[in-house]
Structure formats: structure tokens, C-alpha cells
């Protein structure tokens, strides 16, 4: 995978299928696009489902000990293979040396989340110092929110997507109600212009340069979950001023609070894990605030969360972020490709099922993932793909697929969009005959 450049991923899978001698619909490019691969090694660090054990696949249409194809990683990414083993680790801590595992082994528990830090700083493109691991997502945003949203009669808009993911949502909501305020007036909602999919980056920011004099925080993903739009972070957050780790279901969450803030914006709720660690054993409920995010934390970290996550991290740290990238948009660039040379709209042939990707085709615009749209008969599709071993996501009226760059293959999705063809023909099928 050499050479991508400025090239789109079209032209890059279109000048490989030359060399070739085949088309990009062709096995053979998913193949050797594998064997290119300098990333294709993190694929054994993870443990993908073996067909026969999932719960929705008919016997009679696979091979059960094949591994699935699996394009959920946005919902819950696959387990490290590390993970059970650290796991135990501290279970074995813990029944053979008790309280002692506070302060000793290889992961300290009262100090474990401080062991992975800088790992996750790393991740995120933050300092260490502002970055902190500690309860969930939710719980976090709540954490901040009643830090730094301070409504005044004139400034107490709250700005977000239409569409945010429902915990943030209500989150927001709550956090509105809290300050005595209506949700119907504080929650600035934007949604996309009619007859567009996704939200501009130019309304956005003139969104905030209309508004801003009423709008007292700014709330975006960085990945918006329904459609797969990559927003521009670095624009936004210059115009304000101002999901999807290995690591399980209900994950240990983590947080940021830039440098700035560190003496001047403090937690509104308290813990003992607020107290400075060097004083916080005196037990004098003398409050010593340790500033920056730290401070933002309750209570001591979850030892199995933690050692989960770093089996995660561990991962993500082997690989150059640049290059996770670069397999990342050609990755989802062939996936687009195959789809649209399959299953584009046929004016001519209006019985046709068909796909609209509602993703930005913009690669600078997107994340791994693509939010496809079927024109009809989605849940069947769905269950025909469910019955041939492979994991999709769906949020009626679409279906989710996320090709995952730390271990999903080209012939995964080569894979996928043959079962994909066979399941809409076999819905196509039932259509005609009347089922």
C-alpha cells in the first residue's frame, strides 16, 4: 500500500487492479492488498468469533469453524487475546495477597489507571497531565458539563448535532433541567440543510458566528455514530474557543481537560481520588485538590477495567498512527467502491434494490465506517447477511459497516460484499414469490 499520496483510494485500487491484470472487483486484489499489509500482523492479536458460535447463523449456509466477518467494531470492538490473561492476572493478585494488591504487583491498584495514562494521551494527541482515566462516558460529560456549563440569562445555549448519540443527548438535557432551565430553549440542535445527509462544516461555523453570543458550550463527536461523518474538530473548536477502544462492553472511560483550565475551572463534585495522592492517605478530610482533570476523579479505578483496557491500548500503541490511517481510508475507499460498482441506484430498473451511502465519500470528511442506506426490506437483508456469519450494526433505516484498520482484511469485506450480492438476491427472491 505504497505510494497513496494525494491519490483517492479509487485510483489507487483502480492502478493496483492494473498491474494486476484484473478488475477491483476481483479476488486477487483483496489479496495481494493483504499481503501489502504492514499492518496485517495486529489482526492475530484479537480473537474474531468463529461463525458457528454466533446466534443468528443458519448451519446450513456456512462453514461454522470459519471466522466471521465482523464490521461492528464502532458498537464493540473484538477482545484482545491479552485481555483474559490480565484479567486474571489480578484476580490471582487479589485471592493470594488481599489488601496488599493496593500498593503492590505489577499493576498497583490504587494507582493502575496512572500506569496507563500516557498510553491513552498518546492515543488522543494530548498531554498527560490532561488526560485522565476514570468511570464512563456519560458519567464523565456530566462531570464536565457541571464544571464548565455556567448559563447566564443571555449566554445558556448548549450547541450540538440533531442527531447526537442518545446518551450524550440526554446528558445535555439533564444538565439543562439541573440549571433550571428548558431544554426547548437551551438546546441548540443543528441538523443537516434539506436534502442533505450529513452537517457542513461552513454551517457549522456560521452557526457559532451567528449564535455565539448565545451559546455557552459546544458539544460534538468527533465521529458522528449514525453516519460516519468526521467533523472538523480543529475548525470547530477555533471558532468556539474552546466511541471506539478494544476494551469491552462498558469500558473504562477517559477525559480531557486542556492545560489552561488546570487552576481555573475545578470539579463541582468531589471523591476521595479528588485528593492530591501524595496527602491523600492522611485521611484528615482536609481537601488537598489535585488540579487539572485529575481532580475530576471520585474514586479509585476499577483493576479489571483497567487491565482490560491496557490489553487495548497495548494494541493501538504497536501501530504508527499514520499508517493505521493510510490502511483506514483504503480500507473503507474499497469497501465504497465495491458497493457502488454492485449496488448503485439503475434508473432503468426502478425493482432493483439498491444502496445509497449517506457517509461523506470525502475521506478527509469520514472515520471507518459507512452508513449504508437500503431503498427497501432492510431487516431482511439484514437477517439473510446475520444467517451467512456476518456482524453489521443496524439503526433502522440503516445499517452500519465498519471495516476496522487494526483488524479487519480487504478480503473481509471482499467477503462481505459477496454474501452482501447473495443476500439481496435472496430477498429479491422472496419478494417475487410473495414472502
Known amino acids: 500500500m505504497d505510494g497513496c499520496g494525494r491519490s483517492s483510494p479509487q485510483q489507487i485500487l483502480e492502478h493496483t487492479a492494473s498491474i494486476l491484470g484484473c478488475s477491483i472487483t476481483d479476488e486477487k486484489l483483496a489479496i495481494h492488498l493483504d499481503q501489502e499489509d504492514e499492518l496485517q500482523h ?21 462453514k461454522g469453524e470459519e471466522e466471521c466477518v465482523y464490521l461492528c467494531g464502532h458498537s464493540l470492538g473484538l477482545q484482545p487475546k491479552k485481555t483474559k490473561a490480565y484479567i486474571n492476572e489480578e484476580l490471582d493478585n487479589w485471592a493470594k495477597t488481599g ?67 442518545p446518551s450524550d443527548h440526554y446528558a445535555v438535557e439533564s444538565q439543562i433541567r439541573l440549571q433550571g432551565l428548558d431544554p426547548k430553549e437551551s438546546m441548540f440542535l443543528l441538523s443537516p440543510a434539506e436534502d442533505e445527509e450529513t452537517l457542513s462544516t461552513d454551517d457549522i461555523l456560521s452557526t457559532i458566528e451567528r449564535e455565539g453570543d448565545s451559546i455557552a458550550v459546544i458539544l460534538f463527536s468527533g465521529v458522528q455514530y449514525y453516519t460516519g461523518q468526521l467533523f472538523d474538530m480543529v475548525s470547530i473548536t477555533r471558532a468556539g474557543h474552546a466511541k471506539y477502544l478494544n476494551s469491552g462492553a462498558g469500558a473504562l472511560a477517559g477525559a480531557y481537560i486542556h492545560e489552561k483550565h488546570k487552576f481555573t475551572i475545578k470539579p463541582t463534585l468531589l471523591g476521595w481520588w479528588s485528593h492530591d495522592f501524595t496527602t491523600r492517605f492522611q485521611m484528615d478530610n482536609k481537601l488537598d485538590l489535585t488540579p487539572g482533570v485529575n481532580g475530576f476523579r471520585i474514586s479509585n479505578p476499577p483493576i479489571l477495567l483497567i487491565r482490560s483496557l491496557q490489553a487495548s491500548l497495548e494494541i493501538f500503541n504497536q501501530a504508527d498512527k499514520k499508517a493505521l490511517r493510510k490502511k483506514s481510508v483504503l480500507l473503507t475507499g474499497y469497501l465504497e467502491c465495491l458497493i457502488k460498482h454492485y449496488h448503485s441506484k439503475v434508473p432503468d430498473n426502478p425493482q432493483k434494490l439498491f444502496i445509497k451511502i449517506i457517509t461523506p465519500s470525502n475521506v478527509e470528511e469520514r472515520g471507518c465506517q459507512l452508513s449504508l442506506l437500503f431503498s ?43 454474501i452482501l450480492n447473495e443476500s439481496l438476491q435472496v430477498v429479491s427472491h422472496q419478494l417475487k414469490d410473495g414472502m
Open 42 to 62: 495486529l489482526r492475530d492479536q484479537f480473537h474474531i468469533p468463529k461463525i458457528k458460535d454466533l446466534p443468528s447463523t443458519d448451519p446450513a449456509l456456512v
Open 99 to 165: 489488601v496488599h494488591g493496593h500498593f503492590h504487583g505489577s499493576y498497583p491498584w490504587a494507582l493502575a489507571d496512572e500506569c496507563l495514562v500516557e498510553q491513552m494521551a498518546n492515543i488522543v494527541g494530548a498531554k498527560k497531565e490532561e488526560t485522565a482515566l476514570m468511570n464512563g462516558l456519560s458519567v464523565n460529560l456530566h462531570l464536565l458539563l457541571l464544571s464548565f456549563y455556567k448559563p447566564t440569562s443571555s449566554r445558556h445555549k448548549i450547541l450540538m448535532e440533531a442527531n447526537a448519540f
Open 376 to 418: 427497501d426490506h432492510i431487516n431482511k437483508i439484514f437477517v439473510e447477511l446475520s444467517k451467512r456469519g456476518v456482524v453489521p450494526d443496524i439503526r433502522e433505516p440503516i445499517v452500519r459497516i465498519a471495516p476496522v484498520p487494526l483488524y479487519n482484511s480487504f478480503y473481509d469485506l471482499y467477503k462481505f460484499i459477496n
